[in-house]
């Protein structure tokens, strides 16, 4: 089974500042790798996936994420955030193989003061 | 096309009442999967389908839920003799292969 642990419940920043959104996961396989974004009364969105390949992933909405393997990470980056950017965002873990049925972390809200 | 769509958008049920919650997958796609969100969580699995044929309900809380996928399309939800713990965003999700998942709106239900 695996599991995903999202550190930061909430994470104020101030507009046109960087921001990291911090997910680690454990598996006993190899996984593919997910971040959502969802928007108030609206449901997940991707932002961005990794499935093999080059660690470094680039989403939408200017977000990018690096896959570590080596300390099961996969941590959400923006270099310079805007207010429309406050939602709440969610990781997520599939084990390939199977039915790749995705685990969510409890999220992170992102909010971004002007 | 069309996305993922979830009806009603909102429901207020006495307790004790049985509702059922709707969902349209984007056409096509073969797996179709129901979420329950309790208020700042993420979205804790219920079931999944490939294309009518229920495959896991491992997270179906008790055996008040019962989903269904008759012809490998549309699909229900539907919670009898609901209770206030069942008040929660009910997300369902269709995927056409093994990676990215589609979300509709949700439904949020409200338990009284």
């Known amino acids: 089974a695996q599991s995903v642990t999202q550190l930061d419940s909430q994470v104020p920043v101030f507009e046109e500042a960087p921001v990291e959104l911090r997910c680690n996961y454990s598996s006993s396989v190899s996984v593919y790798l997910f971040w959502y974004v969802q928007y108030p009364n609206q449901g997940l969105q991707l932002l961005l996936k990794?499935?093999?390949?080059?660690?470094l992933v680039k989403g939408i909405n200017g977000f990018e994420a690096e896959f570590n393997k080596s300390q099961t990470s996969f941590h959400l980056r923006k270099p310079s955030v805007h207010i429309s950017d406050t939602a709440e965002y969610f990781c997520?873990?599939?084990?390939?193989?199977?039915?790749?049925?995705?685990?969510f972390g409890r999220g992170t809200s992102l909010i971004v003061h002007p | 096309g069309a996305g993922v769509s979830q009806s009603p958008r909102y429901k207020v049920a006495k307790r004790g009442q049985d509702v059922a919650l709707r969902c349209d997958p984007i056409?096509?796609?073969?797996?179709l999967f129901w979420y329950q969100q309790a208020l700042g969580q993420g979205p804790e699995f219920l079931t999944y389908f490939q294309n009518e044929a229920q495959l896991d309900k491992s997270g179906l809380p008790s055996d008040r839920f019962f989903a269904e996928r008759p012809e490998g399309s549309v699909s229900t939800l539907k919670i009898q003799r609901t209770q206030q713990e069942d008040s929660a965003v009910y997300l369902c999700?269709?995927?056409?292969?093994?990676?990215?998942?589609?979300f509709g709106p949700g439904t949020r239900l409200t338990v009284l």
């Open positions: 056409s096509g796609h073969v797996s």
């Open positions: 997520a873990v599939t084990a390939s193989g199977g039915s790749y049925i995705p685990t």
């Open positions: 990794y499935l093999s390949g080059s660690t």
């Open positions: 999700a269709s995927r056409a292969g093994y990676n990215e998942q589609f």
